[in-house]
C-alpha cells in the first residue's frame, strides 16, 4: 500500500513534501520528488486520505493504492 508520483506532470512545487507524516516523499528546491514506498503508508492512522495526492495541483498526478 503506497502512493507514487508519475513525474510526467510534476511541478516540482514541494507541495506533497510538505504535507508528508512519514518523510516517504525525497526531493527539494525544484528537484524531482519520488514517493519511497517503503516508507509510505497511504497516510492510514495519520488521516483519512493521502494527503500528497490531496495537496497535489496537478490532477492525477500522485496515484495511490491504499486497499
Known sequence: ??????????????????????????????????????LCNCCETYYEEPQCKAVCPVENEIVCDCD
Open 1 to 38: 500500500m503506497s502512493c507514487r508520483i508519475l513525474l510526467e506532470e510534476c511541478m516540482a512545487c514541494g507541495v506533497c513534501y510538505a504535507v508528508c507524516p512519514t518523510d516517504a516523499i525525497t526531493g527539494q528546491d525544484d528537484d524531482i520528488y519520488e514517493i519511497d514506498p517503503d
